[in-house]
């Protein structure tokens, strides 16, 4: 999520703008660039790399609550 936050900020003023100050020249900008960010989206929100990073990190959080727990035990 963080990593698209910049891009969703961005896009959803140019959509705001697009839905108050509808114009030729605006309109043609919005829609020349939402592919662009639809498939940057897409991307990053169906990225394996992404994905395995984030369950390494996943992984080793529950190694580190499990270890902890064990500490926990041999202390009672």
């Given at each position: 999520?963080?990593?698209?936050?910049?891009?969703?900020?961005?896009?959803g003023?140019?959509?705001?703008?697009?839905?108050?100050k509808n114009g030729d020249e605006?309109?043609?900008?919005?829609e020349e660039n939402q592919p662009a960010v639809v498939k940057v989206s897409s991307k990053v929100s169906q990225s394996k790399a992404v994905y395995d990073?984030?369950?390494k990190i996943e992984?080793?959080?529950e190694t580190q609550e499990s270890s902890s727990a064990s500490d926990d035990?041999?202390?009672t």
């Amino acid at each position: 999520e963080k990593m698209q936050e910049p891009l969703g900020y961005v896009w959803g003023v140019a959509g705001h703008l697009n839905g108050v100050k509808n114009g030729d020249e605006l309109r043609a900008a919005y829609e020349e660039n939402q592919p662009a960010v639809v498939k940057v989206s897409s991307k990053v929100s169906q990225s394996k790399a992404v994905y395995d990073a984030l369950k390494k990190i996943e992984e080793s959080w529950e190694t580190q609550e499990s270890s902890s727990a064990s500490d926990d035990e041999f202390m009672t």
